[in-house]
Protein backbone atom coordinates (compact mmCIF):
# COMPACT_ATOMS: atom_id res chain seq x y z
CA UNK A 1 0.00 0.00 0.00
CA UNK A 2 2.06 3.22 -1.48
CA UNK A 3 2.34 6.60 0.73
CA UNK A 4 2.38 9.48 -0.76
CA UNK A 5 4.20 9.86 -3.63
CA UNK A 6 5.31 13.24 -4.39
CA UNK A 7 7.76 14.38 -7.16
CA UNK A 8 10.75 15.19 -7.97
CA UNK A 9 12.56 14.94 -4.60
CA UNK A 10 15.02 17.78 -5.10
CA UNK A 11 13.89 20.51 -8.05
CA UNK A 12 16.56 23.18 -9.23
CA UNK A 13 15.25 25.98 -11.40
CA UNK A 14 16.58 29.20 -12.40
CA UNK A 15 15.03 32.98 -11.35
CA UNK A 16 11.83 33.51 -14.00
CA UNK A 17 11.07 29.54 -14.88
CA UNK A 18 8.67 27.36 -13.77
CA UNK A 19 8.39 24.46 -11.10
CA UNK A 20 5.77 22.01 -10.98
CA UNK A 21 5.77 20.24 -7.71
CA UNK A 22 3.16 16.78 -7.63
CA UNK A 23 1.63 14.92 -5.29
CA UNK A 24 -0.31 11.29 -5.80
CA UNK A 25 -1.97 10.79 -2.45
CA UNK A 26 -2.74 7.58 -0.76
CA UNK A 27 -4.81 4.95 -2.49
CA UNK A 28 -8.55 6.37 -1.48
CA UNK A 29 -7.38 9.24 -0.30
CA UNK A 30 -9.61 12.13 -1.38
CA UNK A 31 -7.87 15.10 -0.02
CA UNK A 32 -5.14 16.75 -0.52
CA UNK A 33 -2.60 19.55 1.34
CA UNK A 34 0.14 21.52 0.69
CA UNK A 35 2.58 22.94 3.03
CA UNK A 36 6.06 25.24 2.82
CA UNK A 37 8.83 24.74 5.20
CA UNK A 38 11.55 26.99 5.26
CA UNK A 39 14.64 26.21 7.68
CA UNK A 40 13.99 27.16 11.64
CA UNK A 41 10.08 27.08 10.86
CA UNK A 42 7.65 25.16 11.15
CA UNK A 43 5.20 24.16 8.62
CA UNK A 44 3.27 26.84 6.78
CA UNK A 45 -0.61 26.22 4.87
CA UNK A 46 -0.81 26.99 1.89
CA UNK A 47 -3.83 25.32 0.58
CA UNK A 48 -6.45 22.04 1.09
CA UNK A 49 -7.84 20.75 -1.98
CA UNK A 50 -10.52 18.08 -2.86
CA UNK A 51 -11.28 15.96 -6.13
CA UNK A 52 -11.60 18.87 -8.55
CA UNK A 53 -12.25 21.48 -6.15
CA UNK A 54 -10.33 24.01 -3.79
CA UNK A 55 -11.40 24.24 -0.50
CA UNK A 56 -9.17 26.75 1.47
CA UNK A 57 -5.86 28.56 0.16
CA UNK A 58 -6.18 31.03 2.21
CA UNK A 59 -2.55 30.44 2.61
CA UNK A 60 -1.41 30.33 -1.09
CA UNK A 61 0.44 33.94 -1.87
CA UNK A 62 -1.94 35.97 -4.18
CA UNK A 63 -0.17 35.92 -7.50
CA UNK A 64 2.56 33.11 -9.32
CA UNK A 65 0.93 30.10 -7.18
CA UNK A 66 -1.74 27.96 -8.04
CA UNK A 67 -2.38 24.64 -7.14
CA UNK A 68 -5.13 21.85 -8.86
CA UNK A 69 -6.34 18.38 -7.67
CA UNK A 70 -8.00 17.02 -10.67
CA UNK A 71 -10.45 14.15 -11.42
CA UNK A 72 -7.79 11.67 -12.83
CA UNK A 73 -4.09 12.30 -12.03
CA UNK A 74 -2.10 13.72 -8.86
CA UNK A 75 -2.67 16.70 -7.74
CA UNK A 76 0.26 19.83 -8.95
CA UNK A 77 1.40 22.63 -7.38
CA UNK A 78 2.84 25.55 -9.49
CA UNK A 79 4.72 28.33 -9.15
CA UNK A 80 5.54 30.51 -12.02
CA UNK A 81 8.77 32.66 -12.50
CA UNK A 82 10.04 31.39 -9.32
CA UNK A 83 12.26 33.82 -7.23
CA UNK A 84 15.17 33.09 -4.71
CA UNK A 85 12.67 33.14 -2.03
CA UNK A 86 10.50 30.55 -3.14
CA UNK A 87 13.61 28.24 -2.13
CA UNK A 88 11.59 25.93 0.79
CA UNK A 89 10.79 22.29 0.93
CA UNK A 90 6.90 21.74 0.24
CA UNK A 91 5.36 18.68 1.71
CA UNK A 92 2.59 17.18 0.75
CA UNK A 93 -0.46 15.33 2.76
CA UNK A 94 -3.39 13.68 2.38
CA UNK A 95 -6.37 12.28 4.42
CA UNK A 96 -9.55 10.11 3.41
CA UNK A 97 -11.87 13.25 3.40
CA UNK A 98 -14.14 14.53 6.20
CA UNK A 99 -14.11 12.81 9.26
CA UNK A 100 -10.64 11.85 8.92
CA UNK A 101 -8.24 14.10 10.83
CA UNK A 102 -4.66 12.48 10.21
CA UNK A 103 -2.86 13.31 7.53
CA UNK A 104 -0.60 11.09 5.86
CA UNK A 105 2.43 13.09 4.55
CA UNK A 106 5.10 12.51 1.34
CA UNK A 107 8.56 13.21 1.67
CA UNK A 108 8.91 17.01 0.14
CA UNK A 109 10.11 18.12 -2.77
CA UNK A 110 13.19 20.40 -1.76
CA UNK A 111 12.84 23.42 -4.55
CA UNK A 112 16.13 24.97 -4.99
CA UNK A 113 15.87 28.67 -7.08
CA UNK A 114 19.26 29.63 -8.09
CA UNK B 1 -8.20 31.84 13.84
CA UNK B 2 -6.61 28.99 15.20
CA UNK B 3 -2.54 29.31 15.95
CA UNK B 4 -0.21 27.12 17.77
CA UNK B 5 2.95 28.14 20.17
CA UNK B 6 5.98 25.86 21.04
CA UNK B 7 8.25 27.81 23.25
CA UNK B 8 11.20 25.31 23.34
CA UNK B 9 13.20 25.82 19.55
CA UNK B 10 15.90 23.20 20.62
CA UNK B 11 15.76 20.81 23.66
CA UNK B 12 18.99 18.67 24.48
CA UNK B 13 18.29 16.05 27.00
CA UNK B 14 20.70 12.96 27.67
CA UNK B 15 19.36 9.79 26.66
CA UNK B 16 17.25 7.85 29.27
CA UNK B 17 16.02 10.72 30.67
CA UNK B 18 12.72 11.99 30.68
CA UNK B 19 11.52 14.84 28.32
CA UNK B 20 8.49 17.28 27.95
CA UNK B 21 8.13 19.39 24.69
CA UNK B 22 5.78 21.89 25.27
CA UNK B 23 2.95 23.43 23.09
CA UNK B 24 0.01 26.20 23.15
CA UNK B 25 -2.57 26.44 21.09
CA UNK B 26 -5.22 29.41 21.34
CA UNK B 27 -8.69 28.91 19.07
CA UNK B 28 -12.34 30.48 19.61
CA UNK B 29 -13.77 26.87 19.49
CA UNK B 30 -12.88 23.09 20.10
CA UNK B 31 -10.13 21.56 19.08
CA UNK B 32 -8.44 18.74 17.32
CA UNK B 33 -4.62 18.27 18.92
CA UNK B 34 -1.72 16.52 17.23
CA UNK B 35 2.28 15.92 17.96
CA UNK B 36 3.78 14.82 14.31
CA UNK B 37 7.31 14.12 14.35
CA UNK B 38 9.85 14.79 11.51
CA UNK B 39 13.14 12.45 10.81
CA UNK B 40 15.60 14.43 8.64
CA UNK B 41 15.31 14.32 4.70
CA UNK B 42 11.54 12.88 5.58
CA UNK B 43 8.12 13.87 5.91
CA UNK B 44 6.20 14.38 9.29
CA UNK B 45 4.35 11.23 10.77
CA UNK B 46 1.65 11.47 13.62
CA UNK B 47 3.07 10.53 17.28
CA UNK B 48 -0.42 11.05 18.69
CA UNK B 49 -3.93 12.42 18.62
CA UNK B 50 -6.45 13.89 20.75
CA UNK B 51 -10.27 14.47 19.48
CA UNK B 52 -12.08 14.06 22.50
CA UNK B 53 -12.72 12.12 25.71
CA UNK B 54 -9.58 11.42 28.08
CA UNK B 55 -7.47 14.61 28.70
CA UNK B 56 -3.93 12.31 28.60
CA UNK B 57 -3.16 10.31 25.03
CA UNK B 58 -0.74 7.68 24.86
CA UNK B 59 0.93 7.17 21.40
CA UNK B 60 3.90 5.57 19.48
CA UNK B 61 7.23 5.34 20.89
CA UNK B 62 6.43 5.24 23.99
CA UNK B 63 5.30 9.27 23.71
CA UNK B 64 1.84 10.67 25.44
CA UNK B 65 0.59 14.24 25.73
CA UNK B 66 -2.29 15.72 28.40
CA UNK B 67 -5.03 18.13 26.63
CA UNK B 68 -5.36 20.87 29.63
CA UNK B 69 -8.75 23.00 28.11
CA UNK B 70 -7.83 25.35 31.07
CA UNK B 71 -4.14 26.02 29.99
CA UNK B 72 -4.97 25.48 26.28
CA UNK B 73 -1.89 23.27 26.47
CA UNK B 74 -0.90 19.97 25.01
CA UNK B 75 2.52 19.22 25.89
CA UNK B 76 4.14 15.79 24.38
CA UNK B 77 6.53 13.64 27.30
CA UNK B 78 8.41 10.51 26.99
CA UNK B 79 9.68 9.11 30.46
CA UNK B 80 12.97 8.09 29.01
CA UNK B 81 14.48 8.65 25.81
CA UNK B 82 16.43 7.03 23.42
CA UNK B 83 19.37 8.44 20.44
CA UNK B 84 16.68 7.18 18.03
CA UNK B 85 14.11 9.70 19.18
CA UNK B 86 16.19 12.95 18.32
CA UNK B 87 13.63 14.42 15.55
CA UNK B 88 11.82 17.65 14.67
CA UNK B 89 8.68 17.71 16.50
CA UNK B 90 5.71 19.60 15.77
CA UNK B 91 2.64 20.24 17.73
CA UNK B 92 -0.68 20.69 15.37
CA UNK B 93 -4.75 22.21 15.67
CA UNK B 94 -7.46 21.75 13.59
CA UNK B 95 -10.96 22.81 14.46
CA UNK B 96 -12.88 20.27 12.84
CA UNK B 97 -12.46 17.43 10.12
CA UNK B 98 -12.99 19.33 7.15
CA UNK B 99 -11.20 22.39 8.56
CA UNK B 100 -7.07 22.79 7.41
CA UNK B 101 -4.27 21.33 10.36
CA UNK B 102 -2.20 24.02 11.29
CA UNK B 103 1.57 23.63 12.50
CA UNK B 104 3.43 25.19 14.97
CA UNK B 105 7.06 26.07 14.28
CA UNK B 106 8.63 23.00 15.82
CA UNK B 107 11.14 21.72 18.69
CA UNK B 108 14.37 20.07 17.66
CA UNK B 109 15.36 17.53 20.43
CA UNK B 110 18.37 16.20 20.20
CA UNK B 111 19.29 13.33 22.49
CA UNK B 112 22.74 13.03 23.88
CA UNK B 113 24.82 9.97 24.65
Known amino acids: NAGVMQNPRHLVRRRGQEARLRCSPMKGHSHVYWYRQLPEEGLKFMVYLQKENIIDESGMPKERFSAEFPKEGPSILRIQQVVRGDSAAYFCASSPGVGHVELFFGSGTQLSVL | AQSVTQLDSQVPVFEEAPVELRCNYS??????LFWYVQYPNQGLQLLLKYLSGSTLVKGINGFEAEFNKSQTSFHLRKPSVHISDTAEYFCAVSESSYDKVIFGPGTSLSVIP
Open chain 2, 27 to 32: SSVSVY
